[in-house]
């Protein structure tokens, strides 16, 4: 059951995650090309071993620990983290497509702080 990443990393991509991951499974990193375009940081379902030590390491608590945990303001990004792949542009395009339509679609919370975004999910 792998992790979430939602939307209070969108304006925080510190990638504090990606620090303390023991599989490498969150991307972009910082000294990948893709990362200064990326809106956020996504997780692969499939790499994440569900070891947990991403969440205490989020300073804005961005990261949900399974999919059903995930609340239903942040349901569509469960996809997102699904279909990136940071050697596929498509991919990649896709994911970030559907994070767009989450920042047009969810207006209120992206107006607050990202540290306050968590709160109101
Ligand atoms: S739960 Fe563990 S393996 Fe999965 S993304 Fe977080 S740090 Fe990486
Ligand atoms: S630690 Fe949190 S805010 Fe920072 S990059 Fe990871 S998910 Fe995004």
Same mark, same amino acid.
């Given at each position: 059951?792998?992790?979430?990443?939602?939307? =209070?990393?969108?304006?925080?991509?510190?990638? @504090? %995650? !990606?620090?303390? $991951? &023991? #599989?490498?499974? *969150?991307?972009?990193?910082? /000294?990948?090309?893709?990362?200064?375009?990326?809106?956020?940081?996504?997780?692969? =379902?499939?790499?994440?071993?569900?070891?947990? @030590? %991403? !969440?205490?390491? $989020? &300073? #804005?608590?961005? *990261?949900?620990?399974?999919? /059903?945990?995930?609340?239903?303001?942040?349901?569509?990004?469960?996809?997102?983290?699904?279909?990136?792949?940071?050697?596929?542009?498509?991919?990649?395009?896709?994911?970030?497509?559907?994070?767009?339509?989450?920042?047009?679609?969810?207006?209120?919370?992206?107006?607050?702080?990202?540290?306050?975004?968590?709160?109101?999910?």
């Amino acid at each position: 059951m792998p992790f979430v990443i939602t939307d =209070p990393c969108i304006g925080t991509k510190d990638t @504090a %995650c !990606v620090d303390v $991951c &023991p #599989v490498d499974c *969150i991307h972009p990193r910082k /000294e990948e090309p893709e990362f200064q375009s990326a809106t956020m940081l996504y997780i692969h =379902p499939e790499e994440c071993i569900d070891c947990g @030590a %991403c !969440v205490p390491a $989020c &300073p #804005v608590s961005a *990261i949900y620990d399974s999919l /059903e945990s995930t609340p239903n303001s942040q349901k569509d990004l469960i996809e997102a983290n699904f279909v990136y792949r940071s050697s596929d542009p498509e991919n990649r395009e896709a994911a970030e497509d559907i994070v767009k339509r989450h920042i047009e679609t969810h207006a209120d919370l992206m107006a607050l702080p990202p540290s306050e975004r968590m709160a109101a999910h």
